[in-house]
Structures are given as structure tokens and as C-alpha cells.
């Protein structure tokens, strides 16, 4: 059961974090296209999908009942570890080191994907049985 449910969770953030990855990293070429720095666009881009994925992975991914304020409170924290690491990422390997900076977010949202995927599954919308608030 555990197992399943696992699965069910991952398949559903994964159907989540493709779509709107794909239409972030599309909206981050074009943006960057246009002539907008890669580290703002990211920055602004990550902002809205933050936001957007906590109201779909709360109810959808994880089905979290439990009190709103600490999980967003959770989710922006994981989040903002996240993109402390992507900001570096592209600060280290594309302003020093010079890689191409579509390369190296593209790396990066696969990359964080897996880490928030875990985070939220054990931290943010924790079940009860970890000690949190959730509902059943």
C-alpha cells in the first residue's frame, strides 16, 4: 500500500512538475531570448511556480487536508533552498565557468525536482503519522 501510494504521488507530481516545467523552461527561452538576464528570469519564473505547485501538489499530489498556513509556510522554505542552489548553479557554472545557461537549467529543474519531490512528500504535506497536522 505504502508503495502504491508512493508511486501514485510521484506519477502525479511528476504529471505536474513536466507540464509546468515545460512551459517555464519554453517561457525562460523566450524571456532570455528577448534580451531579460538569465538570473532574473529564473528568479521570476520560480516565484510563480512555486505558488502554482503549492495549490496543485497540496490537494492533487499529496490530497494534504491539514492546516495551510505551516505548509506554505514549509513549502516556500523547500523551495527557497531550491533556489538558492539554482541561483548558484547558474552564478558558478554560467557567469564563472561559462556553460551554456540553457544547459545548466535544464539540468537544474530535473535535479530539484527530485530533491522538492521528497521534501514535500516527507516535510511539507507529511502525513499524520510523521507528526503533522495533516487530515485523513
Known amino acids: 500500500m505504502k508503495k502504491q501510494l508512493f508511486t501514485l504521488q510521484l506519477v502525479r507530481y511528476a504529471v ?13 527561452l523566450t524571456i532570455t531570448w528577448a534580451g531579460v538576464g538569465h538570473k532574473l528570469t529564473m528568479t ?18 499529496f490530497d494534504y487536508s491539514g492546516e495551510m498556513g505551516g505548509a506554505m509556510i514549509r513549502h516556500w522554505t523547500a523551495y527557497g533552498f531550491g533556489y538558492i542552489l539554482n541561483f548558484l548553479a547558474l ?13 545548466i537549467q535544464g539540468i537544474m529543474i530535473l535535479a530539484l525536482a527530485a530533491m522538492l519531490f521528497l521534501l514535500q512528500r516527507y516535510w511539507v504535506f507529511r502525513p499524520r503519522h510523521l507528526g503533522t497536522d495533516r487530515q485523513t
Open 91 to 103: 552564478l558558478i557554472l554560467v557567469d564563472v565557468f561559462e556553460f551554456p545557461h540553457q544547459i
Open 44 to 61: 521570476l519564473l520560480y516565484a510563480f511556480g512555486v505558488l502554482l505547485s503549492f495549490f496543485l501538489n497540496r490537494r492533487w499530489t
Open 16 to 28: 505536474i512538475g513536466v507540464s509546468t516545467s515545460l512551459v517555464s523552461y519554453l517561457l525562460y
